[in-house]
């Protein structure tokens, strides 16, 4: 019996000493957000892609460049426009995949400042047969380093009588832009 009584009292004891001390004792994860700067950035605009040598129905080498712009607000950093150019290259035709990829951009913002985001994105066909592009990541380089990325692109409905005859060599569709920490 005294065996059972000695647990809740030590317990009781060392358990507000516990909770004191990691009350009192900072976080190793807290610092850097502290030391971080905060970024509020929204943007709306569209985003460009071209396709060289155009997409025909059939999947062959290709180099898709797309080109960002957008306009932006932000009250803690002062940005209000942003541009991005990303390349990258695979098999591709008009028959889009739907597999997540990663990717990264570099953003260049009008104050100068640079944000570089690393991403995973996911692709939706929707019923109107847009594509939904949505790219989720964190900024790991420039301004807003660590903050949250999202980006959600559409793309238009593919011309399916350009991707049967010569090939679809671009589309253009709305996007939204976040970066928040």
Known sequence: MKTRRRWP?????????????????????AAPARAAALVDITCTGNETSTYSPPLTNTPQPTTVQSSENYSCTSLLTGVSSGTSTTTISGSYSCVISLQPFSATSTYHWNTGQSSTAEYDVTLVRAANNTTVVTAVGTVTAGLGQGAVFTNVI?????????????????????????LLL
Do not use: D, R
Not at 14 to 22: D, H, K
């Open 154 to 178: 559409v793309k238009p409905a593919l011309n399916l009588t350009a991707c049967a005859s010569g090939g679809l060599a671009q589309l253009t569709g709305p996007a939204t832009l976040t």
């Open 9 to 29: 009292t030590v317990l009781g004891a060392a358990l507000p000493l516990v909770c004191s001390a990691l009350v009192a004792a900072p976080s190793a994860q």
